[in-house]
């Protein structure tokens, strides 16, 4: 059993910065592919960002490429997601995700590899 908890969410203004953490516990952190997904209202949950095990592979949706950076920390068992130069459209609860069985930066774009979810975290940008 892994569990996640989103942190770092909140409001800011249109061009700032929030940095988004998920810690888990339980399962073999290490091993699994980590994932960023969002959902704003009345909208499905859509893929965000994605990193593979060691970190060696990235995955990104096209309307977040160049502006926000998945990483993690493997001793501390925490994903990242830098998030910068924020837009209105940016607004949704975001969510962390874990797939235990590792799957490649192609197949991690899927909600349906993932086995965990967080309870997400709210971002909120204002024009």
């Known amino acids: 059993q892994v569990q996640l908890v989103e942190s770092g969410g909140g409001s800011v203004q249109a061009g700032g910065s929030l940095r988004l953490s998920c810690s888990a516990s339980g399962g073999t952190f290490s091993s699994h592919t980590m994932g960023w997904f969002c959902q704003a209202p009345g909208k499905e949950r859509a893929f965000v960002a994605a990193i593979t095990w060691s970190g060696g592979s990235t995955s990104y949706a096209d309307s977040v490429k160049g502006r926000f950076t998945i990483s993690r920390d493997n001793a501390k068992k925490t994903v990242y997601l830098q998030m910068n130069s924020l837009k209105p459209e940016d607004t949704a609860v975001y969510y962390c995700?874990?797939?235990?069985?590792?799957?490649?930066?192609?197949?991690?774009?899927?909600?349906?590899?993932?086995?965990?979810w967080g309870q997400g975290t709210q971002v909120t940008v204002s024009s």
């Open positions: 995700a874990a797939d235990v069985h590792g799957s490649g930066p192609y197949s991690s774009r899927s909600r349906d590899v993932y086995d965990y």
